[in-house]
């Protein structure tokens, strides 16, 4: 089984929000990922995990807060976003942070108003 | 700098011609070349990874190739169900990030 699921598929949050995106994989995988995708763009990279601590920070606002509780479990929190926020947000896992195929789940569709 | 171009940037088809789409890398030590295919609005789905020069995979109509400087992935009489985008990413040795291309679209017409 090479699933990651993400929930949920679609937000809608105002600039003033609190709201928070989930991402889980059950397939043994140590390292995941935080991807932002705008349309017609290749994903970009946010955030990189590694035997749940934070490895990788792509210079990103801190308007995202990511957060691994466990091996299986991505958060990524978000607060006070701006309209120019609005993407796909991708969720990836890894076998383990030196190399390997990276599988992907459906997203989530935010659109920030 | 780790580079990733991927051309063309889209591609029409008829059904059953074949072609190839490419990925020209430059990167300090390759540790693996990655094709995925992504229809809209959904994440990419992961297709191949090839490690050397030299290698190829298949699987149904699509083969990929990898030289030392490019890749190719080739599409055998394609359907209208292989129209998508396809991307690829290359990992350095040294660290473990994913440089994507910016993709080829693929549009197969009946």
């Known amino acids: 089984d090479t699933e990651v699921t993400q929930t949920p598929k679609h937000l809608v949050m105002g600039m003033t929000n609190k709201k928070s995106l989930k991402c889980e994989q059950h397939?043994?995988?140590?390292?995941m990922y935080w991807y932002k995708q705008k349309a017609k763009k290749p994903p970009e990279l946010m955030f990189v995990?590694?035997?749940?601590?934070?490895?990788i920070n792509e210079s990103v606002p801190s308007r995202f807060s990511p957060e691994c509780p466990n091996s299986s479990l991505l958060n990524l929190h978000l607060h006070a976003l701006q309209p120019e926020d609005s993407a796909l947000y991708l969720c990836?896992?890894?076998?383990?942070?030196?190399?390997?195929?990276?599988?992907f789940g459906p997203g989530t569709r935010l659109t920030v108003t | 700098e780790d580079q990733v171009t991927q051309s063309p940037e889209a591609l029409r088809l008829q059904e059953g011609e074949s072609s190839s789409l490419n990925c020209s890398y430059t990167v300090s030590g390759l540790r693996g070349l990655f094709w995925y295919r992504q229809d809209p609005g959904k994440g990419p789905e992961f297709l191949f990874t090839?490690?050397?020069a030299g290698e190829e995979k298949e699987k149904e109509r699509l083969k990929a190739t990898l030289t030392k400087k490019e890749s190719f992935l080739h599409i055998t009489a394609p359907k209208p169900e292989d129209s998508a985008t396809y991307l690829c990413?290359?990992?350095?040795?040294?660290?473990?990030?994913?440089?994507f291309g910016t993709g080829t679209s693929l549009t197969v017409i009946p």
């Open positions: 990413a290359v990992q350095a040795r040294t660290g473990n990030q994913f440089y």
């Open positions: 090839l490690y050397s």
């Open positions: 990836a896992s890894s076998l383990g942070p030196g190399g390997g195929e990276q599988y």
């Open positions: 995990y590694s035997y749940e601590k934070l490895s």
């Open positions: 397939m043994g995988h140590r390292a």
